[in-house]
């Protein structure tokens, strides 16, 4: 039998426990779900992504099915060269879903045989994006629950 590779792609600027939660899920699905960064500097991001390897890497590291890996260039192209046969991707809120469409369906245009499938964020992280986590990091709210606490030592850091 050959493996299940499927791909995670994101920003993770920074990784927040809805995105834990999708990738626990995600593993039910497949053998292998790599974590794709991706490299795109047009969304000024807090981390660089480097950092945000490092990250992902140190809060992931007793979890060798879930590589981490950061990629620039068409996402089915990445999915190939993975052997992903799937994209991973979380939905929160109807808001989420026409733009996820549109990008699953450009997708499946571009590479016919990967399907992307959306899991269902746990609805205690349904209100959560990284966008405001870092808000709420730059104000200095309380984040404990809400993101691994190396990413709330490594917000701190920032701020
Ligand atoms: P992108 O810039 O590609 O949206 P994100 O890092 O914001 O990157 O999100 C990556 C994926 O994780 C997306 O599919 C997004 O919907 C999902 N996601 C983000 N936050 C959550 C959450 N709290 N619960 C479930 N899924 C989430």
Do not use: C, W
Not at 17 to 28: E, K, P, V, Y
Not at 75 to 88: K, W, Y
């Amino acid at each position: 039998m050959t493996e299940r590779v499927a791909l995670y792609p994101g920003s993770f600027d920074p990784l927040t426990n809805g995105h834990l939660d999708i990738l626990s899920r995600a593993m039910r699905l497949a053998d292998h779900v790599v974590v794709a960064i991706l490299e795109n500097d047009a969304k000024t991001p807090l981390f660089s992504v480097a950092e945000r390897i490092e990250m992902l890497r140190e809060i992931l590291r007793d979890n060798p099915l879930t590589p981490v890996r950061s990629f620039s260039g068409l996402l089915v192209d990445f999915a190939r060269e993975s052997g992903a046969t799937l994209i991973v991707r979380g939905l929160r809120a109807v808001s989420d879903y026409e733009y996820e469409l549109q990008m699953a369906l450009m997708n499946r245009r571009l590479a016919p045989s990967i399907d992307t499938v959306f899991l269902m964020a746990n609805e205690e992280y349904s209100y959560l994006s990284s966008r405001l986590v870092k808000e709420v990091a730059r104000l200095k709210g309380d984040l404990t629950g809400l993101v691994p606490d190396a990413v709330v030592r490594r917000l701190a850091a920032k701020f």
